[in-house]
C-alpha cells in the first residue's frame, strides 16, 4: 500500500493538473472534475494494491472519473449530447488494461483554461489562489496553508467555498474572450508565479527545488506571453522565471543540498536561458508603458545573472530597484530582500535597522526567512550568540528538510 500510494503521489504531482483539466473540458465543471479525479484517486488506492498500477495510471484515473461521471448523470437521468459523446469515446471493458489503453490526450491549452477558470473575477483572490495551487500545481492543502501560514481548515474551506461559487455561477470552462483577459491576467499571473516559487524554493518536503513545477509554470507563462503580447508584465514574468531557472543547475549539489549563491558555480548557469530571459525583458520594455513588479523583479535577477561574482554585482542597482518595486507593490518580502541588497552595499548595520522595523511591525511572523537574514546580518556584526539563536530560530520554523540543514550548519559554524 505504501508505494501504491508513494506512486499515486508521484503521479499526481505529474499529471494531476492534466487530468483535471480533460475532466473539466468534457464535463464543462471544474469543480465536478476536481471531484471526480480526486474520486478515482481513492478508487486506485483501493484497487492498484490488488491488480497492480496500470501501465498508464493517467489514462485509469481519467477513464475511471469519466465513468464516475456517466454514472452520475444515469441516476439523475440527464442524458444529452456531452454523455453520448462520452460514452461512445470510451471502450465498454472495465477492466484495468482497458483503461490503461483509454484514450488520454488532453489539449495543452487545456491547463491554461484550467487557470483562467480558476482566476474568474467573480471569485475572491484568496480563493483563485488556493484552487488553482490544487488543481494546476498538485498541492495539497497543508502545503498550500503552509505557503500562505493559515491553517489547514481555512485553505480546505476556501477551495470547497470557490468549487460551489463556480458551479452555482456557471463559469464556463474556456480561455476568455481577449476583451477579459486584462481584468484576469493580474491573478493568473500571481497564480503562474506562486507555482513556480513553489518549485524554485519548495516550501516543505526534502527537495529544495521542484523542478516539474517550476517548468510547468513556466511553460505555463510562454504561453500566455504569446497569447497577450503587447501586456508587458506577461513578458516580465517569464523573463523573471528564465531568468530564475536558468541557475537551477548550480543551485544544488549531487545529494540535492542548497547551494547558495555566493558559492554557487557560475559557469553552470545556463547562458542560453539567461539570453532569453534578456529578450523576454525586451519586449516588456518596447511595450513603453515601464516596468511593472515582475519587470522589475526580472531586472534585479538580470543584475545577478550578468555578474561575475558576488562581489562584481551591482548591489548599488540593486537596492534602487528594490526601492521602485516597494513603492509599486509594497510587501514585507520586498523590504527583507532589499535590506539583504543594502547589506551588500553599505554595510550590515544599516541593514539590520529595516529588519528589525519589519519585525516590530510583526511582518513574516511565522516565516523562516525574517529570522534567517537577521542571523546572516549579526553574524557579520560579530553579535555571534545572537546570530545562533536566529538561525535556530529559523530552522525550526521551516519545513524544508533541505532548507533546515542549511540553517543548523549556519548555526553550527557561528
Not at 232 to 253: I, K, N, Y
Not at 340 to 367: H, K, W, Y
Not at 384 to 403: I, Y
Amino acid at each position: 500500500m505504501t508505494d501504491v500510494k508513494r506512486t499515486l503521489d508521484a503521479l499526481w504531482r505529474i499529471e494531476g493538473a492534466k487530468i483535471v483539466a480533460t475532466l473539466a473540458r468534457v464535463t464543462g465543471d471544474l469543480g465536478l472534475a476536481e471531484d471526480l479525479a480526486q474520486e478515482a484517486v481513492a478508487d486506485a488506492l483501493v484497487q492498484w494494491p490488488e491488480s497492480g498500477v496500470p501501465r498508464n495510471g493517467a489514462a485509469w484515473l481519467t477513464a475511471v472519473a469519466k465513468r464516475t461521471a456517466i454514472d452520475g448523470w444515469r441516476r439523475r437521468e440527464r442524458l444529452d449530447e456531452r454523455y453520448r459523446a462520452m460514452a461512445h469515446t470510451l471502450k465498454d471493458s472495465s477492466d484495468g488494461e482497458g483503461m490503461a489503453a483509454d484514450a488520454w490526450e488532453p489539449i495543452d491549452d487545456d491547463i491554461l483554461r484550467l487557470i483562467f477558470t480558476a482566476c474568474h473575477p467573480v471569485l475572491s483572490p484568496e480563493g483563485q489562489i488556493a484552487l488553482t495551487l490544487r488543481v494546476v500545481g498538485g498541492l495539497t492543502t497543508e502545503e498550500i496553508a503552509r505557503m500562505f501560514l493559515v491553517p489547514v481548515a481555512t485553505v480546505q474551506q476556501r477551495i470547497v467555498r470557490t468549487k460551489r461559487t463556480l458551479s452555482a455561477a456557471k463559469i464556463p470552462f474556456e480561455v476568455p474572450d481577449p476583451s477579459e483577459w486584462r481584468e484576469r491576467l493580474s491573478a493568473v499571473l500571481g497564480v503562474i508565479y506562486l507555482i513556480f516559487t513553489e518549485g524554485y524554493a519548495a516550501t516543505s518536503g526534502d527537495r529544495w527545488i521542484r523542478h516539474d513545477l517550476a517548468n510547468e509554470a513556466l511553460r505555463l507563462g510562454r504561453i500566455l506571453a504569446e497569447l497577450v503580447p503587447r501586456e508587458p508584465e506577461a513578458h516580465g514574468l517569464v523573463a523573471l522565471m528564465e531568468f530564475q531557472a536558468s541557475r537551477f543547475a548550480a543551485r544544488v549539489d549531487r545529494e540535492g543540498a542548497p547551494i547558495l549563491l555566493a558559492e554557487q558555480d557560475r559557469s553552470r548557469w545556463d547562458r542560453a536561458q539567461i539570453g532569453r530571459a534578456q529578450a523576454a525583458l525586451d519586449r516588456a520594455d518596447a511595450a513603453g508603458r515601464g516596468r511593472g513588479p515582475y519587470a522589475l523583479q526580472a531586472a534585479i535577477a538580470e543584475c545577478h545573472a550578468t555578474a561575475p561574482s558576488v562581489a562584481g554585482t551591482n548591489w548599488e542597482r540593486i537596492v534602487l530597484l528594490y526601492e521602485a518595486l516597494g513603492r509599486i507593490a509594497p510587501n514585507p518580502i520586498v523590504e527583507l530582500n532589499r535590506a539583504a541588497a543594502v547589506s551588500m552595499a553599505t554595510g550590515p548595520a544599516s541593514a539590520l535597522l529595516i529588519v528589525d522595523q519589519l519585525a516590530d511591525e510583526g511582518a513574516l511572523r511565522g516565516s523562516y526567512l525574517l529570522p534567517s537574514v537577521r542571523g546572516e546580518l549579526l553574524a557579520r556584526l560579530g553579535r555571534v550568540q545572537e546570530a545562533r539563536s536566529e538561525f535556530a530560530t529559523a530552522a525550526a520554523l521551516t519545513l524544508n528538510s533541505r532548507q533546515r540543514d542549511v540553517l543548523l550548519a549556519k548555526a553550527a559554524a557561528l
